[in-house]
């Protein structure tokens, strides 16, 4: 399917080109200015902004994730796909917290969600029942994975089948 980057922001930009024009700081993962870009910018100014918590950079063409120009730089070619952070922080972009992976996968790695009352992964309050259900999907089937008297507990329940269907993308 290809990264959700356009293709025509990517075309003829490479790794040669963005390492003449970014800094690369290898104790934050962020992007500095090499060069003057415009106005108003100087060398050694940070390169990105972040728009909706994410952190993007000006190439010729427009705008891209700063994660996918900090890999362009390091492995010298543009993702395959997305690229998800191991650990779920986005404004951790050092290159040993990033992989290039698929939409499916980078969604296994997701936190706890902010509507979700039980404060745990997979785990609801059952409406009827005073217990907590889990429950978790893989390769579009869901699964039960039963009730239990504590959201602790079924928590647990949803890390094991995690561990065991998402491996190193459980997130939990």
Known sequence: MGSPVRTSLRIGFTAEMARSRFRYDTLTGDLYWRIEPGRGVQIGDRAYSVTRGRKTVRIPGGRVPQTHVVWLMHKGMWPSGEVD??????????????????????????????????????????????????RISADGVRYQLGLYPTAEMAAAAYRIAAACMHGEYSGV
């Open 85 to 134: 952070h191991r650990d779920r922080d986005q404004a951790n972009d050092r290159i040993g917290n990033l992989r290039d992976t698929t939409t499916k996968k980078n969604c296994m790695n997701q936190t706890v969600r902010k509507h979700n009352k039980c404060g745990f992964k997979g785990v609801t309050k059952h409406p009827q029942q005073n217990a907590y259900w889990c």
